[in-house]
C-alpha cells in the first residue's frame, strides 16, 4: 500500500526487546469530498502510525510538518483503553518513505536578520 500524507510531530526512536531500533510517526492525510446533490463539502482526516525498522538514520527528516509518500504493511489494531472503552488504530511496517517536502524550519530569534534600517557608521568606504 502507498499514501502519502503530512507528518503530525517529529519522528520518535524507540528501542524494543533490547537492541532493536525503531523510528515511529504518525501520518495525516486530509480528504475531502461532495455528496451528489449538495454544495457542502466535507473534509476528515485519517491518522497513520508508521513504524520504520530499516535503521534510525530517518529520524532527522521525519520532521512535524513534512510531506512523505510511505510504502509498506497496512494493519488494524483494536484494543481497550484504560477505561474500557474500545479504540482503533492504523499502523504501517514502511519498505520505503520518500520525502516529498522538508518540514518548514521555524526562525529561532537570534538566527533571524539584524535591523538594516538603522545607519551603520564603521563602513569601510
Request: charge should be positive.
Amino acid at each position: 500500500m502507498e499514501f502519502t500524507g503530512r507528518i503530525t510531530a517529529d519522528a520518535k526512536i524507540s528501542t524494543v526487546k533490547g537492541d532493536k531500533e525503531v523510528v515511529n510517526c504518525t501520518v495525516a492525510i486530509n480528504d475531502r469530498y461532495r455528496a451528489k446533490g449538495s454544495s457542502e463539502t466535507k473534509e476528515f482526516t485519517t491518522f497513520i502510525n508508521v513504524a520504520w525498522w530499516m535503521g534510525t538514520g530517518i529520524a532527522k527528516i521525519l520532521r512535524k510538518g513534512a510531506i512523505i509518500t510511505v510504502s509498506g504493511r497496512l494493519y488494524a489494531n483494536a484494543y481497550n483503553d484504560m477505561a474500557g472503552n474500545a479504540k482503533g488504530s492504523i499502523n504501517c511496517h514502511a519498505s520505503e518513505i520518500k520525502l516529498i517536502q522538508s518540514a518548514k524550519k521555524e526562525v529561532q530569534p537570534e538566527q533571524q536578520p539584524a535591523d538594516l534600517t538603522e545607519p551603520v557608521a564603521d563602513l569601510p568606504f
